[in-house]
């Protein structure tokens, strides 16, 4: 039975922007496609407003069928309100860092301009890819019956950050991509960013050599941030483009890419766990779209605010830590469309925006398990 998740449904045929904050214009969908230059640019680009949902205050769509696309063609888009500038789809499926939004009204800052969204017109559907065209590929995906159990696994965690010692000795630092941990367990395959080392060479399977069952990439949704650790998320539905685009590549593959490393595990006996920051965020859409009800800015501004603790307890030492980034909201409920059940009910936000990212990763990427970060202070 597939997951329930009404708002992923719909974006199968519609641009949806669901829960920003109230406005006297409603939401406008900016959408074009990509035009390689210095800068890159947004070509055909063509504006149309989101209207209402039937039955909802807050969630606004405009059927991709009525906007005028190519059957068959990649779109890069972008959300607008009447008093921000262009934010990422929160729900996007494929960011794009090459093409940044270009409406930026004060006080919005010049490194809070955010990339543009991708998807594929195709038969009168809108299709994750990547900017490429490329998208998942799950053809010859075992059964997970095929797969080891929980009480059986011996789980090997990977950051997304690789070092190399060169041959003068210094350390080089760089984007392990998903095509070089591909090249840790297929003896077919060789590294990408990081071809030069041994254990990613075609003959060499050092992963399954340790006994390994199970992978656990540090998070590898799209972060704001050079690879560093990769937990200040930023587009929690999309994989990681760096992740997906090796030295040499004029775009990223990131969900042709991923998709062969889960398929490929898989087929091995592997199983792929995601690592989730579920605590705080770093450039996300919502923080522009709806700061107020998604996330709490500064927890030690009001000790009686339920979303200021740990689950630590209440007192004045234990409140949230964002380390830089900033915390979501889990106490505060609203009446509004649930993007999982698709009806109108009182809920968290955040929560709700969590579930739908983690239901787009089993879904879409056939995750077979999660590892939560920062748990206390997620405190929900």
Same mark, same amino acid.
């Given at each position: #039975?597939?997951?329930?998740?009404?708002?992923?449904?719909?974006?199968?045929?519609? +641009?949806?922007?669901?829960?920003?904050?109230?406005?006297?214009?409603?939401?406008?969908?900016?959408?074009?496609?990509?035009?390689?230059?210095?800068?890159?640019?947004l070509k055909n680009a063509k504006r149309f407003s989101l209207a209402p949902v039937a039955g909802f205050t807050d969630l606004f769509a405009t059927p991709a069928a009525s906007c005028?696309?190519?059957?068959?063609?990649?779109?890069?888009?972008?959300?607008?309100?009447?008093?921000?500038?262009?934010?990422?789809?929160?729900?996007?499926?494929?960011?794009?860092?090459?093409?940044?939004?270009?409406?930026?009204?004060?006080?919005?800052?010049?490194?809070?301009?955010?990339?543009?969204?991708?998807?594929?017109?195709?038969?009168?559907? /809108?299709?994750?890819?990547?900017?490429?065209?490329?998208?998942?590929?799950?053809?010859? !995906?075992?059964?997970?019956?095929?797969?080891?159990?929980?009480?059986?696994?011996?789980?090997?965690? #990977?950051?997304?950050?690789?070092?190399?010692?060169?041959?003068?000795?210094?350390?080089?630092?760089?984007?392990?991509?998903?095509?070089?941990?591909?090249?840790?367990?297929?003896?077919?395959?060789?590294?990408? *960013?990081?071809? *030069? /080392?041994?254990?990613?060479?075609?003959g060499k399977t050092y992963l399954p050599d340790l006994g390994i069952n199970a992978i656990e990439l540090l998070p590898p949704a799209d972060s704001f941030f050079k690879r560093d650790?990769?937990?200040?998320?930023?587009?929690?539905?999309?994989? !990681?483009?760096?992740?997906?685009?090796?030295?040499?590549?004029?775009?990223?593959?990131?969900?042709?890419?991923?998709?062969?490393?889960?398929?490929?595990?898989?087929?091995?006996?592997?199983?792929? +766990?995601?690592?989730?920051? #579920?605590?705080?965020?770093?450039?996300?859409?919502?923080?522009?779209?709806?700061?107020?009800?998604?996330?709490?800015?500064?927890?030690?501004? *009001?000790?009686?605010?339920?979303?200021?603790?740990?689950?630590?307890?209440?007192?004045?030492?234990?409140?949230?830590?964002?380390?830089?980034?900033?915390? +979501?909201?889990?106490?505060?409920?609203?009446?509004?469309?649930?993007?999982?059940?698709?009806?109108?009910?009182?809920?968290?936000?955040?929560?709700?925006?969590?579930?739908?990212?983690?239901?787009?990763? #089993?879904?879409?990427?056939?995750? !077979?398990?999660?590892?939560?970060?920062?748990?206390?202070?997620?405190?929900?």
């Amino acid at each position: #039975m597939a997951l329930p998740a009404d708002l992923l449904n719909r974006k199968q045929t519609d +641009f949806v922007l669901w829960h920003a904050k109230p406005s006297a214009a409603p939401p406008v969908l900016v959408i074009g496609e990509f035009q390689p230059g210095n800068p890159p640019s947004l070509k055909n680009a063509k504006r149309f407003s989101l209207a209402p949902v039937a039955g909802f205050t807050d969630l606004f769509a405009t059927p991709a069928a009525s906007c005028g696309l190519t059957d068959g063609n990649v779109y890069h888009y972008s959300f607008e309100s009447a008093d921000g500038p262009q934010t990422t789809d929160p729900f996007a499926p494929t960011v794009d860092w090459r093409l940044l939004s270009d409406r930026l009204p004060p006080p919005f800052a010049a490194d809070e301009r955010q990339p543009a969204a991708v998807v594929q017109f195709r038969a009168g559907r /809108l299709v994750p890819c990547d900017p490429g065209g490329e998208v998942a590929d799950f053809s010859g !995906d075992p059964s997970p019956a095929t797969l080891p159990t929980n009480n059986h696994l011996v789980i090997y965690e #990977m950051p997304t950050a690789w070092a190399n010692v060169a041959a003068t000795s210094d350390e080089d630092i760089g984007v392990g991509t998903f095509r070089d941990v591909l090249a840790l367990i297929d003896v077919n395959a060789t590294g990408a *960013n990081f071809d *030069n /080392l041994g254990v990613t060479q075609a003959g060499k399977t050092y992963l399954p050599d340790l006994g390994i069952n199970a992978i656990e990439l540090l998070p590898p949704a799209d972060s704001f941030f050079k690879r560093d650790w990769g937990y200040d998320t930023a587009h929690f539905l999309a994989p !990681d483009a760096e992740l997906g685009f090796p030295d040499g590549f004029s775009s990223s593959t990131a969900n042709q890419d991923l998709a062969a490393l889960v398929c490929t595990g898989h087929q091995k006996g592997i199983r792929f +766990f995601l690592d989730v920051v #579920m605590a705080f965020a770093q450039h996300e859409a919502y923080q522009t779209l709806n700061l107020d009800d998604y996330y709490i800015t500064d927890p030690g501004a *009001n000790l009686s605010d339920p979303d200021s603790h740990t689950s630590r307890g209440t007192g004045p030492d234990n409140l949230r830590n964002g380390f830089g980034s900033v915390l +979501f909201r889990y106490a505060k409920f609203v009446d509004a469309y649930d993007p999982i059940s698709g009806t109108q009910m009182a809920l968290s936000p955040a929560r709700q925006l969590m579930l739908s990212y983690i239901t787009r990763w #089993m879904r879409d990427f056939r995750i !077979d398990g999660i590892r939560m970060d920062s748990v206390e202070n997620v405190s929900n």
